[in-house]
């Protein structure tokens, strides 16, 4: 697993910042000139200016793939404010992805593929309370995934990953049964210049939080990111103790939807997440 830094290349400037930032579930057009994609029910506006970006081998989720959340945040950095992701392909790593956005559209595109696209959205949804940063501990020791893991070198949630490579989120079910919970110290390396947690770095603990309040997956399945939505509500300083939860939402056929959020030490919200995540046979991903 690569333990590679991020170029120049891997973390723009986006264009527009703002603290409240966030994806939700679709992709819709709002400038008055646009023009409709063949054979797709999204719209895109017909001029939209040009970026470019690659995703370090670093930030995997699946084998050779971006991992979803970390994905997603990227794009919707293109954003101003609050934003909607959906993915539509595996986001390649160590490769060259374009950019087309707006103020209020974003596609990602590997060559002609489309990876994802997004739009600006709002998210309401409500955490149920969080568990103290011990509790968050404790329930952390049953985390499924130091057992069984699709995906054991994830960025964020594999047990594979070394203490400041990867995030080491590893959510368990509290005493209650009503939600997952892990402790989270966000290390040096995820900061901005101010040693704030950079945006996406939130967006990816909330992906695979949400997920472990909908798993395990069937046999011979594995679960993974189709869409997702975030809002961010404050900024978390590096180094500081924090709570990452999650809890399910609702079952349809393939699809499994889920909530997560993540606290401050002191309680305070820092940011929320709807998910959706979708059911695939893992021998997509070479049987892991």
Known sequence: MSTCTCSHLDHPLPKHSSIRRGLFLCFNGQSESRSRIP??????????????FVISSRYCGPPGSGNGGYVCGRLAAYLRGPASVRLKAPPPLETGLDVESSDAEARLKSGANVIAEARSAELDLESPTP????????ASKAYIGFTQHPFPGCFVCGPQREMGDGLRIFPGWVASGSMVASPWVPDASLGDDSNKVRSEFLWAALDCTSGFAVMPAPQGKAMVLGELGVRIDRDLPTGEKCVALGWPLAFDGRKRHCGSAIFSGSGDLIAIARATWIEVESSAFGGQ
């Open 39 to 52: 054979g797709d029910s999204f719209m895109m506006e017909a001029h939209m200016a040009a970026g470019r």
């Open 131 to 138: 568990p103290s940063f011990a509790e968050a501990e404790e």
